[in-house]
Each structure stands twice: as structure tokens, then as C-alpha cells.
């Protein structure tokens, strides 16, 4: 066969939408059950399924809806899937709102026994004391259950205390005893108040205690780390080749501390999290941190927001991106990326198909890069339950992109446009693109768009009669008293969903 031929098709297949993955069917079925449990204007007229009831529903309704769609998908032999995912979500909506009206019904205990998991890990945590500087003589008591030699502990949290020299040298020798069994470590939040010379020297001392366990959880958030802080963990993080989940955040990163996260964490070959946020990375921290991102294909979490990220670090960031392609979580929040990250982010989105949930808020995208990521993510990401793209300066013109984007997202749950200019034309377009499906849909944030009453009442009509939604809300926008009182008529059925109108100017600018 011709090879440029062999191209087309392989590329063809490998952006089919049908059908979905088992993991993808799984969560699904965990979604109507959350959808099933969760109180509603049906649940206060029908009653409320217990968890079990709704466990054996969801996984009836997600069968049913697979089925349909599934013969529909083999009538149509050269589509993509689309119009399947499409069915699939709208048989779900259907068979969950049958059920939610039927309300609970009485189920023989036998057909609801469930097997538990009892061996649950043992977990040594001191955080919920309350805080206080922790000294010689009180350790010496805290310590004594680690040191039993019939103990079982795997996970450890000293969070929320605050250590000095003499309480970490007491821990030192019991936590190294323990390096065989320890599996996680929660060391945020443990030196707050204490000199710098004397924090670093109990880092010091914590790492050393704990070097060579083989972690597959770290967090050391909330510490003042900087560079100094970052090495005088470093022996521990030198050692370790298996962490699964690392958390640095508010940890004062300055370019030169990612450096250093880079160059002492030799391998994480098996990292699933990662986050970063509210720190001071710039972009030549985030060149560091895409470096990390690069090493860990296996990555499912990534979070890199309020850490004074721009153009070129947004660039590295976005490009490193492209080869995680078990990507579920994105959060890039609150940095000033700016057009030329988000058109370079819209090209990586095509590798991550198995995105769940995105966030993109405030991050300068304009029109120019709120469109090449709209359309980016209609063409991949067909699992999406959360999209947060407020406050970028996005205007009616992008309303076309983000509505068909929008349309096609049938599992959506949470739609956050808030602090944009997409006036009613964009309002419009957007609640047009809700109205047809969308059963999980749970939460719609137009606020602060310059919105009048069109927009507001076509945005009410839109989230009518979605079984688990919660909260509309349009505050912060030009909509007349008349207007308010015409999307509260629109509600009555469900008044609990509408938001507030503390801050709606109902004489605002014209549009």
C-alpha cells in the first residue's frame, strides 16, 4: 500500500472518538453515581438513592447508553465517533434522569453487600495537634509509637508543627530504622518560625533520616525553601527513583531553586503528580521544571499556577507537555503566558487525549489564543468535565470556537468563562452550545462579561432540566431589574441554582 496513503489512515484512526477506553467508562460510571447521590430538586421530590443503589444504576445506565451508541457507531463506518460520544452522553442523561424520578427503591440486602478493603496502610500523623513548636522533651513522647517494633506505619505527616535542632535529632535514628517500610512522607509545613541557619539544619536532619526510602509520595510545601531549602533536602532527593506523587508548593522557587529540583531528583520515571504553584519560578524556573515534566511520561496531574511564568517559559512548558500523553489534570493558572503559549499549548492539546479536567484562567490568551485552544480541544480531550478559561480577555469574536468546543463536550461538569467581554452575542452562542445534552453539567460561571438580559435568560434556559446542576452564575453583569426578575421566573422550578445579583449594575455601560 502507498505509504502516503498508510499516513492518512493511521492518522484518520488514531483521532477516532469511538470508542471510549475502559478507564474512560469506569469514570463515567463513578460520574452518574456521584450525579445519582448528589441532592437535587428531584431528590427532594423523589428521594434520594443510597450509594449502593446508585453504584448498581450508574452501572446499568453507562451499559444501556455504551450499547446504543455502539450500533450506532457500526452504521457509520468511516465517522469519527463524534455523533457516538454525542449519543452516548445523551442516553445517559436520559436513562439517569428516568432514574432519578423513579426515586429509590427497596433492594435486597444480599444483592448490595459489597467486599472492603480493610487492610488499610497504617498512618503515623501528628497534624492535627494543635500547632506549636515542638522541642526535645515533647518528641521524645511523640516518637514512641514509631519506635515499636511491631509497627506498620508507611506513611508519615509532621505537618503543621513546627521542629527545632533537638526534636529532629530525636526522630533522626527512628525514622532511619523505619526506611524499609516508609512509603510516603508529608513534611509541609514543619519548620514555620524557626531561623533560617537552624530550619536548614533540621532539613538537613530529616533528609538524612530518610534518605533511601523508597518514596512514592513527598510533599514539602508550605516550607520557606528557596535554593538553600531545596539543597539541604538533597540527599534524600538524590535518592529517590520511584516517586509517584512530589508537592512543592508555596515553597519561595526562585529560578535557581528549580534549577536545583532539577538537577537533584535524578529520574521519576514513574511520576503521576506534580505541582508547582505560588512560587516565584519566571521563566527560566519553568525551563527547569519542563525538564522535569520531559522525564515523566507516565505524568497525570500537572500543576504549575501562580508562579510568574511568561511568554517563553509558557512556550518550554506547553512544548514539554506534548509527551505526556496520560495527562487527566492541567492547571497552568494565573501566570502571563500570553497568545504565543496558548497557540503552542492548542498544538500540544492534541496529544492529550485522556484530559479530564483544564485550567487556563488569567493567562493573557486573548481571542487568538482562547480559538486555537477551543479548537485544539474539540478535536481531542473528548472525556473533559471541567474547563476553566476565565478571565483572558476573550470576546464575542472567539464565542463561535468555544461554543462548538463547548458542544462537543458532553461529559462537561464545570464550564468557568467568568471575567471575559463575551457580551450577549458570546452568551448566547454559549448557552446554545449547553442546551442539547449535558446531563453531568453541575456548574456554568458567566460572571463580569457585560452581559445584558438576552444573554442571562438564554444562559437560564440553557442549564433547564440538567439533573445534577448546581449554581448558574451571571453576577457581576448589566442586567435590568426586569431582567433579573425574567431569569429568576425562568428558575422558579429550581431557585437554589441561580447565584447572586450583589454585584450586577443593572444601569451598566451599553453594550
Excluded at 428521594?47 to 452501572?59: M, N, P, Q
Amino acid at each position: 500500500m502507498d505509504s502516503a496513503v498508510l499516513t492518512q489512515q493511521t492518522s484518520r484512526m488514531s483521532t477516532k472518538l469511538w470508542p471510549p477506553s475502559k478507564g474512560t467508562r469506569l469514570m463515567f460510571v463513578e460520574r452518574i453515581t456521584k450525579n445519582l447521590i448528589t441532592p437535587s430538586i428531584f431528590s427532594r421530590k423523589y428521594g434520594l438513592l443510597s450509594l449502593e443503589e446508585a453504584e448498581i444504576d450508574a452501572k446499568k445506565i453507562e451499559e444501556s447508553a455504551f450499547h446504543h451508541a455502539n450500533e450506532h457507531h457500526r452504521e457509520e463506518l468511516f465517522s469519527d465517533g463524534s455523533s457516538s460520544v454525542l449519543l452516548y452522553a445523551k442516553r445517559s442523561s436520559k436513562f439517569m434522569l428516568e432514574v432519578l424520578r423513579r426515586g429509590p427503591t427497596v433492594i435486597d440486602s444480599t444483592t448490595l453487600e459489597i467486599t472492603r478493603d480493610l487492610n488499610k496502610e497504617t498512618v503515623f500523623d501528628i497534624s492535627g495537634r494543635r500547632r506549636s513548636f515542638i522541642h526535645t522533651e515533647e518528641a521524645e513522647e511523640l516518637v514512641k509509637p514509631l519506635k515499636s517494633s511491631c509497627n506498620s506505619y508507611s506513611r508519615i505527616c509532621f505537618s503543621n508543627s513546627s521542629f527545632g535542632v533537638g526534636a529532629a535529632r530525636v526522630f533522626q535514628p527512628v525514622l532511619a530504622s523505619l526506611r524499609n517500610q516508609l512509603k510516603e512522607a508529608d513534611l509541609s509545613d514543619f519548620i514555620a518560625g524557626r531561623p533560617e541557619a537552624e530550619a536548614l539544619e533540621v532539613m538537613g536532619i530529616f533528609a538524612s533520616a530518610l534518605e533511601g526510602c523508597q518514596l512514592r509520595y513527598l510533599d514539602l510545601s508550605n516550607n520557606a525553601l528557596g535554593e538553600k531549602g531545596i539543597r539541604a533536602f538533597g540527599s534524600l532527593l538524590k535518592s529517590q527513583n520511584n516517586l509517584e506523587e512530589l508537592y512543592l508548593i508555596n515553597n519561595g522557587i526562585s529560578e535557581e531553586a528549580a534549577r536545583a529540583v532539577n538537577e537533584l531528583i535524578p529520574a521519576t520515571p514513574k511520576l503521576k503528580v506534580l505541582h508547582f504553584h505560588n512560587n516565584m519560578t519566571g521563566d527560566t524556573g519553568a525551563i527547569s521544571i519542563s525538564e522535569i515534566v520531559r522525564r515523566s511520561p507516565l505524568l497525570e496531574d500537572f500543576r504549575c499556577s501562580s508562579t510568574r511564568v511568561g511568554a517563553e517559559g509558557g512556550v518550554q512548558l506547553a512544548e514539554s507537555l506534548a509527551t505526556c500523553t496520560h495527562l487527566r489534570k492541567l492547571d497552568l493558572r494565573d501566570n502571563i503566558f500570553g497568545v504565543e503559549a496558548g497557540i503552542v499549548l492548542s498544538k500540544t492539546l492534541n496529544n492529550l487525549v485522556n484530559i479530564v479536567e483544564i485550567y487556563l484562567s488569567y493567562l493573557n490568551l486573548e481571542d487568538e489564543g482562547a480559538e486555537a485552544l477551543a479548537i485544539a480541544l474539540k478535536e481531542s480531550a473528548p472525556s473533559l468535565e471541567v474547563l476553566d478559561i476565565a478571565g483572558n480577555e476573550i470576546t464575542a469574536k472567539a464565542g463561535p470556537a468555544l461554543a462548538a468546543c463547548i458542544s462537543s463536550k458532553q461529559f462537561l461538569t464545570v464550564l468557568n468563562l467568568a471575567e471575559n467581554e463575551l457580551k450577549d452575542d458570546g452568551a448566547i452562542l454559549i448557552a446554545k452550545a449547553l442546551e442539547e445534552g449535558h446531563g453531568q453539567l453541575s456548574e456554568v460561571d458567566m460572571s463580569c462579561n457585560l452581559i445584558r438580559n438576552a444573554g442571562a435568560q438564554h444562559l437560564a434556559r440553557a442549564i433547564l432540566n440538567k439533573p445534577g446542576f448546581k449554581m448558574l452564575n451571571i453576577n457581576g453583569n448589566y442586567i435590568s431589574d426586569d431582567g433579573v426578575n425574567e431569569v429568576r421566573d425562568i428558575l422558579k422550578g429550581s431557585p437554589d441554582v441561580l447565584g447572586p445579583f450583589d454585584e450586577n449594575d443593572p444601569k451598566g455601560e451599553d453594550n
